[in-house]
C-alpha cells in the first residue's frame, strides 16, 4: 500500500477462499444454519482453545444476549461490568431488565479494576462481565474466585479476544460463559458474525435451544428425539451456513493472519517506545498479546485531539473510541454517581493506530516518519 494513498483505520482481509468455501456451501443444498461449515467452525473453539461447546452466532452481541437469557437475568437483577467498553456488553442485559453496575477500569491498562469489584456486590448481584480490552487478558483468577465466593456468574466479553490467553488458559475458556465477535473490524472477521462458548455444562443444552428459537430441534437433527417442538424462550441466533463458510476460511489462516497482525503491532511498538508523548499499552505477565489493537495514550483530551488531527492531514486515519457508559447519553441518568475515573481517562487520550493485514511493516514505518512533529 502506497504511503500517499488514504489509509483507513480498518480493511477487511481476505485470505482467498471465503467465495470458494460459500460456493460449496450453496452447492451442497444446505444453506441454512448448523450445517457442515457452522459444526467445523464451532470444533475449532472447541479443539484449539478447550470451550466446552461454541455455538456460532450472528454477532456477538446476540451471544451476549444469549448469555443474558440463559443466566435467567430479569429486573431488579445487578450486573457488573466495565463502564469502558462497546454498548452491547450492557444492552444484552438491560434488554432483560438488569440493572448495570460500572466499574471502573485499572489504571496501568482499561480492563476492569478486579480490585474494585467486591465492594459492588450485593445480594441481587448475578454477574460480573469482563471485557478483555485489545485482547489481554482480565486478572480472571481474581475474578473466578470472586465468583465462586458469592456465587455469581462470570460472562467473558471476548469479542477483541481470539486467540489470546491467561495464564496459558485461552480467553473465552474461563469464565462460565463467553462472546466471540468476527465484526470485521476484529482480526477473524464474517462481515457481522460471533460465538457464544460454554465452559459450563448446566448452561449447553438449554442454549441449543434457546439458539434455534426455542425449539429442540439440534437434539432432533442428531435424532435424539423424534420430533420437535416449542420447549423454551428463545429466537434466531445461528448464521447460515454462507456464514460459516466465510468464517472457515478465515479461521484456516488464523496463524498466519495473527503472525502479521502482530508484526505490525510490534513495529508500531518500537516506533512508540522513543516517543516522549505518548504511553505505550501494557499486556501484564500474565497474559498475551493477539495484536487485535495498537493504542497509545496521550497526555490529556487536547493532546489527544491534535496527535489524531496530525495524522489525519496526511490522510492517515487513527481513532479514538467508547464514551464511557455511565456518562452516555441513553445512562448518565441511570448512574449511580459514583465517579470512575481511569475509564474516563481511557475515554479522552487513548488513540487505535491503523492495524489490518494489507499494512505492511514498511508501511507502519513510513506512516510514523514524521508524525508528532
Ligand atoms: C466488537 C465488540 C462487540 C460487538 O461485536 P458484534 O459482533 O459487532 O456484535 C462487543 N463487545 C466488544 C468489547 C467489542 O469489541
Sequence with gaps: MEVNTVIPFNKPYLTGNETKYIEEAVASGKISGNGIFTQKCQHFFQERYGIQKALLTTSCTDALEMCAILLNIKEGDEVIMPSYTFVST???????????????????????DENTLEDLITSKTKAIVVVHYAGVACEMDTIMALAKKYGIYVVEDAAQAIESFYKGKALGSIGHLS?????????????????????????????????????????????????????????SFLPSEIIAAFLWAQLENLDDIQQRRKEIWNT?????????????????????????????????????????????????????????????????????????????????????????????????????SDSLK
Aim: net charge neutral; proline share 4%; with cysteine.
Design 90 to 112: 450492557a444492552n444484552a442485559f438491560v434488554l432483560r431488565g438488569a440493572k448495570i453496575v460500572f466499574a471502573d477500569s485499572r489504571t496501568d491498562q482499561p480492563n476492569i
Design 179 to 235: 462472546a466471540f465477535s468476527f465484526h470485521e473490524t476484529k482480526n477473524v472477521i464474517s462481515g457481522e458474525g460471533g460465538l457464544l462458548g460454554i465452559n459450563d455444562e448446566q448452561f449447553i443444552e438449554r442454549a441449543e435451544i434457546i439458539w434455534e428459537k426455542g425449539t429442540n430441534r439440534s437434539a432432533f437433527f442428531r435424532g435424539e428425539i423424534d420430533k420437535y417442538g416449542w420447549v423454551d424462550v428463545g429466537s
Design 268 to 368: 508500531y511498538y518500537q516506533f512508540f517506545k522513543e516517543e516522549e508523548k505518548v504511553s505505550l499499552p501494557m499486556v501484564p505477565d500474565y497474559a498475551t498479546n493477539n495484536a487485535h489493537m495498537f493504542y497509545v495514550l496521550l497526555a490529556s483530551l487536547k493532546k489527544r485531539n491534535e496527535f489524531i488531527s496530525g495524522y489525519k492531514e496526511r490522510a492517515i486515519n487513527p481513532v479514538f473510541h467508547y464514551v464511557s457508559l455511565h456518562s452516555s447519553p441513553y445512562f448518565k441518568d441511570k448512574h449511580d454517581g459514583r465517579k470512575l475515573p481511569n475509564c474516563d481517562k481511557y475515554a479522552d487520550t487513548l488513540v487505535r493506530m491503523p492495524l489490518f493485514y494489507e499494512l505492511d511493516q514498511k508501511c507502519v514505518l513510513n506512516i510514523n
